[in-house]
Structures are given as structure tokens and as C-alpha cells.
């Protein structure tokens, strides 16, 4: 009934951690399911972790190995290798709520349309920085792009088989590891948007995020990632005419350029780095993206 798919690059410890937590799922509902673990191209002892794995306990791991670089790769892969009518996402530095799974199937189960499916992020350790967390309490439906970037992140994400052979796979150019360093979750998530697909924001969906990201050069550089990537999905989208995301573009180009008063009377300083990486990243994009 349901594929999971984890993408991984050298993080053994932190992956055994990971897949551990599925040991207690509550698998109330699920008929069937299977864990698939795609290595892209590890080299310290994620094979052998899994392995142990596999012989230790009951769960339905697969592993299956995806040498070329970059985390739209490995989930392409792992979608290649699904059986399952369901694909649920998560990454290796997440620890999912024993009920992920019996949720996702309750999610597309109330909703027999509903093709994505995004959850609740909250932070595994709480001297981590306050990033890469999704905390919304309410059941929403997702219309707009800003829905999207403001709800759904692709730590924990599931999509239907459906909606993947209506849309296709990841984009490769895009993401972890890749020419463009964010931005592969959402970009997918604005096709199945596009394409009439109902997208909805879950509460019930819940994971923990171990990002382990705590000093300021480190988020920063996420920060810039993030940035990076949504120039990115901006600029291929307006390339293939979609013309709504240039009017967009220019009014978030142009608020990075704007000093503004928050509601709370404070100052929010015109943001220069951002502007030109968000414009470096957009022109790049537009070369060269298809």
C-alpha cells in the first residue's frame, strides 16, 4: 500500500537512528508497505548499516544503490524501485511519529483525489536552529505557491503513484548535491499543483527533524540554499511561460530591495546578499533550465 522512500549520502549513524524509529510504527490500516533505502553513492558503511538492519529485524528495507550525485537522483531511484500505490518521503536526519504511517494512509484514504500530502515538522532537538520546521496546527488546502513554500517541505511529503506519472520525476538539476542546491521539493510540488492535483497540508503527519544545524555560518549558508533554490524554480517555470511567477518574482525581488516596518515596530533592513543571490541564481536559471 505504501512505498517509503529514504535518500542518503554518508550519514550512517544518523540513518540507523532514522530507520530505527520504524520498528515502532503503529501500523494500524497498512496492509502493506516497504522501506527503501537508496545510497547515493556512500562511502563509509551505509550498505553494511542496512544490512545489519535487515537481519536484526522485520522491516520491509530494501537497498538499492544511486551512484549519481544529488537527492533528486536517489528519490528518483527510489520511486523507480516503488511497488506501492502511496510514496511517502522522508530524509535521514528525521525521526517519524510512531502513527506517520497509519496517517498518510488515513490522509489519502479521507481524500481519494488528494495527490500530495505534506505534515508536521518539528525539531528532534531543541538546541537546533528554529529552521527546516513546518509547525501549523490546522488541516489546510493548498492553492498558491506562497501555500506551498510556507507549508509543505520535502522531509516529509507523500504523493501518489498517479500523481508521479502525471507530472514525472524530480528534477535533477535541482536539490542537495545538485547544479542548484534547493529547491527540488518544491518545484515538484508547484507541476503536481499546476497540473490540478489536490495538495494538502496535514497536521496528523508528524516527524522530528535532527538537522543538527546550530552555528550562524550554517544557517546562513542554508538560508542561501534555500534562496538558490527557489530562484531556480522561479526561473524554469518562467521559461517555460508561466507568467504569473514573473510578476511574483519582481515583487519579491523588489521587497528585497524595500526597508519595511514589521507589526511590532521594528525595521526590516533591505536584504542585498539575498537580492543578489535570488537575481544571480533567477538569470543562471533561466539559461540554463528546461
Known amino acids: 500500500m505504501i512505498s517509503v522512500v529514504i535518500a542518503t549520502r554518508n550519514r550512517a549513524p544518523q540513518l540507523e537512528k532514522c530507520l530505527r524509529r520504524f520498528q515502532a ?30 537481519d536484526e529485524t522485520d522491516l520491509p528495507l530494501q537497498y538499492k544503490l544511486e ?6 537522483p536517489a528519490r528518483n531511484a527510489g520511486i523507480r524501485s516503488a511497488k506501492y500505490d502511496i510514496l511517502a518521503f522522508t530524509d535521514d536526519d528525521c525521526m517519524v511519529d510512531p502513527s506517520w504511517l497509519s496517517k498518510i ?23 537546533d536552529y528554529e529552521i527546516s520546521v513546518r509547525r501549523f496546527d490546522d488541516l489546510y488546502n493548498i492553492n498558491t505557491l506562497d501555500d506551498l513554500f510556507s507549508r509543505l517541505i520535502g522531509c516529509n511529503m507523500a504523493i501518489s503513484a498517479a500523481a508521479i506519472r502525471k507530472v514525472g520525476l524530480f528534477d535533477v538539476s535541482m536539490g542537495a548535491g545538485a547544479a542548484f542546491k534547493a529547491g527540488e521539493d518544491h518545484e515538484y510540488f508547484y507541476r ?27 544557517i546562513q549558508k542554508l538560508k542561501s540554499c534555500y534562496v538558490e533554490g527557489r530562484a531556480a524554480l522561479f526561473a524554469k517555470h518562467i521559461r517555460a511561460g508561466d ?11 523588489r521587497a528585497l530591495l ?22 544571480f541564481h533567477l538569470l543562471r536559471g533561466l539559461l540554463v533550465l528546461r
Do not use: C, M
Open 25 to 54: 510504527l503503529d501500523l494500524a490500516g497498512i496492509t502493506a508497505w516497504e522501506l527503501i533505502v537508496v545510497d547515493n553513492g556512500s562511502s563509509d558503511d551505509t550498505a553494511q548499516v542496512v544490512q545489519k538492519l535487515k
Open 67 to 72: 551512484p549519481t550525485p544529488g537527492v533528486s
Open 105 to 127: 494512509r488515513q490522509a489519502f484514504h479521507e481524500e481519494p483525489e488528494l495527490a500530495l500530502v505534506g505534515g508536521r515538522v518539528e525539531l528532534y532537538d531543541p538546541e
Open 192 to 218: 503536481i499543483l499546476k497540473s490540478g492535483g489536490k495538495v494538502v497540508y496535514d497536521p496528523r503527519i508528524r516527524i522530528e527533524h535532527a538537522h543538527g544545524r546550530r552555528a550562524e555560518a550554517e
Open 243 to 253: 507568467r504569473r511567477l514573473i510578476k511574483q518574482a519582481y515583487w519579491e525581488l
Open 258 to 279: 524595500t526597508k519595511r516596518t514589521r507589526d511590532d515596530g521594528s525595521i526590516v533592513a533591505p536584504d542585498y546578499r539575498f537580492f543578489r543571490i535570488y537575481t
